[in-house]
């Protein structure tokens, strides 16, 4: 938890008791109006300062921060199919939502909502906001991809990827991700001494090691020849073959996203 974070969930607190004419100078107002509502109905899934809990996901990392304030609306108001996370959409106002949606973003290190006329992030186009959350939520692209500086570095950087790919060209990297693999993330199949298979996207390889991208894409990890007794290449992409499980509709949003980038 970044100190941040903190920072500004103890601000919202103080500001509930000191009054909402100190929180106007710091803050827009809805996130203030947002806690009262994440406090009754998101806090026991998500924790107190969006930590996260048993039955919720943190609210704070990476992949909730890449939500565009459209999708996080999006989320709140209609729920995510196959997870726990409940539509509020009904039980809530639309203000409501829109309200938690500010305070989530406080406690993400941000001020509330960015202004409509200020993002960039923001769309009416329901089928780009569909592929949005396909890309953070159900699909899970964003653990892999990043766009905007935001998501995983296992996969390549999707920002302005139809400048690499046309429509036709996307859809084929969807489909068969192994057929064609992006410079600098080829993959190696290493197995150690003891049985293990360690398999991952790899950047330096000498005579005595090599390094190999994390399972979590987040640190390289270097090991030695000696402890390993082959290193192989492999021809299928780290990529999991999540394009071809989803249904028509969702394919078609997502690359509608894919190609606003």
């Known amino acids: 938890m970044s100190l941040n974070v903190v920072w500004r969930a103890?601000?919202?607190?103080?500001?509930?008791?000191?009054?909402?004419?100190?929180?106007?100078?710091?803050?827009?107002?809805?996130?203030s109006e947002g806690?009262?509502?994440?406090?009754?109905?998101?806090?026991?899934?998500?924790?107190g300062l969006g930590e996260g809990e048993t039955m919720g996901k943190p609210l704070v990392d990476n992949p909730a921060k890449s939500?565009?304030?459209?999708?996080?609306?999006?989320?709140?108001?209609?729920?995510?199919?196959g997870t726990g996370m409940a539509a509020y959409g009904g039980p809530l106002s639309e203000t409501e939502v829109r309200d938690?949606?500010?305070?989530i973003r406080v406690l993400q290190g941000g001020t509330g909502l960015?202004?409509?006329?200020?993002?960039?992030?923001?769309?009416?186009?329901p089928q780009l906001i569909a592929g949005q959350a396909l890309f953070a939520g159900k699909a899970a692209c964003v653990d892999c991809h990043s766009y905007r500086g935001t998501g995983g570095t296992i996969g390549p950087a999707l920002d302005n990827v139809t400048a690499r790919l046309n429509p036709a060209q996307l859809r084929e990297a969807l489909e068969s991700p192994s057929r064609t693999i992006a410079s600098g993330y080829s993959v190696r199949v290493l197995e150690t001494n003891?049985?293990?298979?360690?398999?991952?996207?790899?950047?330096?390889?000498?005579?005595?090691?090599?390094?190999?991208?994390?399972?979590?894409?987040?640190?390289?990890?270097?090991?030695?020849?000696?402890?390993?007794?082959?290193?192989e290449d492999s021809q299928e992409s780290l990529m999991p073959d999540v394009f071809t499980s989803?249904?028509?509709?969702?394919?078609?949003?997502?690359?509608?996203?894919?190609q606003s980038l």
């Not at 607190?13 to 996130?31: D, M, N």
């Not at 960015?114 to 009416?124: F, G, I, P, W």
């Not at 989803?246 to 894919?258: C, I, K, N, S, T």
């Open 67 to 81: 939500l565009s304030d459209a999708e996080l609306i999006n989320v709140i108001s209609n729920g995510r199919s």
């Open 194 to 231: 003891d049985g293990e298979i360690i398999r991952g996207r790899y950047r330096n390889d000498s005579e005595q090691a090599i390094q190999i991208l994390s399972a979590d894409g987040k640190r390289w990890v270097t090991q030695f020849k000696r402890n390993l007794t082959s290193v």
């Open 100 to 103: 938690v949606a500010g305070y």
């Open 10 to 31: 103890l601000l919202v607190r103080l500001v509930a008791v000191t009054g909402a004419a100190f929180f106007s100078i710091v803050i827009h107002a809805g996130p």
């Open 114 to 125: 960015a202004e409509e006329s200020d993002s960039a992030d923001l769309s009416t186009d």
């Open 246 to 258: 989803l249904g028509a509709a969702e394919q078609d949003a997502l690359l509608v996203f894919l």
């Open 35 to 47: 806690q009262s509502v994440y406090e009754s109905f998101c806090v026991v899934c998500h924790g």
